[in-house]
């Protein structure tokens, strides 16, 4: 979810949409993909794709198990 993004220049909403992620976790995968991790890196983005900063990852999972 982005959430947060109040990006207004000159007034006018522009706020983030998206993110587009440019690292993730380089050992752990999960259906071998990148998990996310706070020190991944990313780029918000705009409906028009214009680039708005990089994101605040907030920690919601401290842990996981595989199985």
Avoid: E, N, Y
Wanted: hydrophobic share 45%.
């Amino acid at each position: 979810m982005v959430a947060g993004c109040a990006f207004a220049p000159g007034g006018v909403p522009h706020p983030c949409v998206s993110v587009r992620w440019i690292t993730g976790s380089t050992k752990t995968t999960a259906h071998g993909a990148a998990v996310l991790c706070v020190d991944s890196v990313g780029l918000c983005v705009a409906a028009d794709q214009a680039p708005q900063g990089p994101p605040v990852l907030i920690p919601a999972q401290t842990q996981a198990v595989a199985l």
